[in-house]
């Protein structure tokens, strides 16, 4: 569940690639809106980042000491510290007491997420941008640290109060569902106990009946790939980002997957009958396989760097072959991570380390001795200490979400900003992630 370079015109890394383009395509989606709110008479947002703008704190800016990572958090402060505290816990590490303060601080009163709320205390409205993407990675965070059960439920209900009628989710509230914001969605009802399959909406469908439609016939271009969303004629464009993510999705799995036995046979596409998660799940998974046989790594979708490695996506596609029983046809990605993703991470911050920690602890290589690297480690240096056996275990004492419900429709912010994007075709840009389009 990641995310890098001029959002206007490509698509994103969700995290899930990762890093600075996730930062810059929530940055060119939030300053649509925002532009789109100037128009009537309402102030605007920071521009998106240009190509090779690495957000950065100015001189004067100082950041909450509970969160990880030293850029500018307004567009992935809660996606980062979300992926931060869910790596540490999957290896075993007890986090900060005010890393996750910082995080459940962060709620709005109805629920939702924003990507980052610089005063906490302040009462969400019809501005505060919160979304699906940050809500429901906040809530696999949460969900895994156990003792959240209020803030996750709240966060579930205001999920559940946005599924679309097809099932699924957009980035933000009554966007079009694309695969990835499903796949996280689904990934956060798995982590509280919920069963996605009965989370239906007013129309009866499931998200697997969304992720169902995003799939891609085996007989077709890109068979057993799932496409982030239709193109304007409906038809479906095989991208590995939400490929990778749907095949954790349609398994009933989170950000860190779940080690399964090898599959019997190798992953094949075979044609489904009716809505089969597990089936095309396989199907995904044996495009991944493919996509990743040359190289062992996916690559960019940004223009002119088609030929260069997408680390993050490759992390996000190593966690899903294994959670759908082919981690062995997955090993040779993770030793590529091994040798070549240590400048990406470094550059890239906190969610970066946690996406190679899940990859390595879902693959049975050891996060702590990654290519001689210690991600455990780096990923701590990023932020604050996490707790050690003799530091208190008090309750947290982040302040309360806010008494003002923030859930009431989308108001002229959302359907406004929503619509600039639609208009302009980069739906891409609200998933966060590196949508990577392969025809």
């Not at 009537?40 to 950065?56: M, R």
């Not at 059960?149 to 966060?155: L, N, Q, V």
């Not at 982590?191 to 016939?217: N, R």
Request: proline share 4%.
């Amino acid at each position: 569940m990641f995310v890098r370079r001029s959002a206007a015109v490509h698509a994103t890394a969700h995290g899930r690639g990762h890093g600075r383009a996730h930062v810059a395509v929530r940055a060119a989606v939030l300053a649509a809106v925002s532009a789109a709110t100037a128009v009537i008479g309402t102030a605007v947002a920071p521009a998106a980042l240009a190509d090779d703008a690495s957000p950065s704190a100015s001189p004067s800016q100082a950041f909450p000491s509970g969160l990880y990572g030293s850029t500018d958090p307004t567009y992935d402060g809660v996606w980062r510290q979300s992926l931060a505290l869910l790596a540490q816990h999957t290896v075993g590490v007890k986090p900060a007491a005010k890393a996750v303060d910082w995080l459940t601080g962060q709620q709005c009163a109805a629920g939702g997420f924003a990507p980052y709320r610089a005063d906490a205390t302040a009462k969400c409205d019809a501005k505060t941008m919160v979304d699906t993407n940050n809500t429901a990675a906040a809530v696999q965070a949460l969900a895994a640290l156990g003792g959240h059960d209020s803030e996750t439920g709240k966060a579930v209900a205001w999920l559940k109060s946005v599924q679309n009628t097809d099932g699924g989710w957009g980035y933000v509230a009554g966007g079009a569902s694309d695969a990835n914001s499903t796949s996280v969605v689904i990934g956060a009802l798995a982590a509280t106990g919920e069963k996605p399959l009965d989370v239906t909406s007013k129309g009866g469908e499931s998200p697997y009946d969304a992720l169902a439609e995003l799939s891609i016939a085996c007989d077709a271009d890109g068979g057993g790939a799932f496409a982030y969303q239709p193109d304007k004629k409906g038809k479906l464009a095989a991208n590995t980002d939400a490929t990778a993510a749907a095949v954790t999705g349609s398994l009933g799995k989170g950000f860190a997957g779940e080690a399964v036995k090898p599959a019997d046979d190798g992953a094949s596409c075979k044609t489904t009958t009716g809505v089969d998660p597990e089936q095309t799940a396989q199907n995904g998974a044996a495009y991944l396989v493919e996509a990743l046989a040359k190289d062992k790594y996916l690559t960019s979708a940004l223009a002119g760097s088609e030929d260069q490695p997408d680390f993050g996506n490759t992390a996000d596609a190593v966690v899903a072959l294994t959670t759908a029983g082919h981690g062995d046809q997955a090993a040779d990605s993770v030793r590529w991570l091994e040798s070549n993703s240590a400048q990406w991470a470094a550059q890239s911050g906190p969610a970066a380390y946690a996406q190679l920690i899940l990859a390595a602890q879902a693959s049975g290589f050891d996060p702590r001795d990654f290519g001689g690297r210690d991600l455990v480690e780096q990923l701590g240096a990023t932020g604050p200490a996490p707790q050690t056996a003799a530091e208190s275990t008090e309750e947290s004492t982040a302040p309360s979400a806010d008494e003002e419900s923030d859930s009431d429709g989308l108001g002229v912010w959302w359907i406004v900003g929503v619509g600039l994007v639609a208009g302009i075709g980069v739906g891409f840009l609200i998933s966060g992630r590196n949508k990577r389009q392969q025809l």
